[in-house]
């Protein structure tokens, strides 16, 4: 076993409002979808950027893992993403 601690696997999730199936012309009907022209994408992060003092992975969709999106790790296209999103976190495996 080595001292060294494992990276953090953020999954980026983009999605976009669409109408719902019981869409207004008031906008009260929309919904949050995967985006269309976007898959999610993953991407690894150092152990100190992704855990909170006490080394806790942040929760997924959270605040602090919702920051992670600005990360240099992450595509460029993640960091300019301005639709809503949500942000997944996991140990990465050790190989």
């Given at each position: 076993m080595t001292n060294e601690k494992s990276n953090i696997v953020v999954t980026?999730?983009?999605q976009e409002w669409v109408d719902g199936p019981y869409h207004l012309d008031d906008g009260a009907d929309k919904q949050l979808n995967p985006a269309?022209?976007?898959?999610s994408v993953t991407f690894e992060v150092p152990w100190e950027d992704g855990t909170d003092e006490e080394g806790t992975i942040f929760p997924d969709?959270?605040?602090?893992?919702?920051?992670?999106?600005?990360?240099p790790a992450a595509p460029e296209w993640v960091q300019n993403w301005e639709g809503p999103y949500y942000v997944r976190t996991e140990?990465?495996?050790d190989e």
């Open positions: 980026f999730n983009p269309e022209n976007r898959d969709e959270s605040y602090e893992a919702n920051q992670l999106q600005s990360h140990l990465a495996d």
